[in-house]
């Protein structure tokens, strides 16, 4: 059984930066795809960054350029990196972990973000 710890959430002004770590349980190259969502209150939760076990990336179009995703193998860990923080993207961030094949969907328990001065 997959299980994830996310860590790094806090408050931060306006412009700064923050890095969120995703710890698993398992080996990360057994997990089809990893990512972070996050959902502010009243909304819809929403996927703003994605890796495959292969490496490629994917982002929301809304953190292009201000937010990285990237892994650590020998940790286990997926690392988002969040530069340019704007009061919108105050949010509780999820990390996911999602391997279809073997009917593995894993949330974290979420760590909140919030950005305000």
């Known amino acids: 059984q997959v299980q994830l710890v996310e860590s790094g959430g806090g408050l931060v002004q306006p412009g700064g930066s923050l890095r969120l770590s995703c710890a698993a349980s398992?080996?990360?190259?057994?997990?089809?795809?990893m990512g972070w969502h996050r959902q502010a209150p009243g909304k819809e939760r929403e996927m703003i960054a994605g890796?495959?076990?292969?490496?490629?990336?994917s982002y929301r179009d809304s953190v292009k350029g201000r937010f990285t995703i990237s892994r650590d193998v020998g940790k286990n860990t997926v690392y988002l990196q969040m530069n340019n923080l704007k009061p919108e993207d105050t949010a509780v961030y999820y990390c996911?972990?999602?391997?279809?094949?073997?009917?593995?969907?894993?949330w974290g328990q979420g760590t909140q973000v919030t950005v305000s001065s």
């Open positions: 398992v080996s990360i190259f057994n997990i089809y795809k």
């Open positions: 890796i495959h076990n292969r490496g490629a990336t």
């Open positions: 996911n972990a999602e391997s279809p094949q073997d009917n593995i969907y894993v």
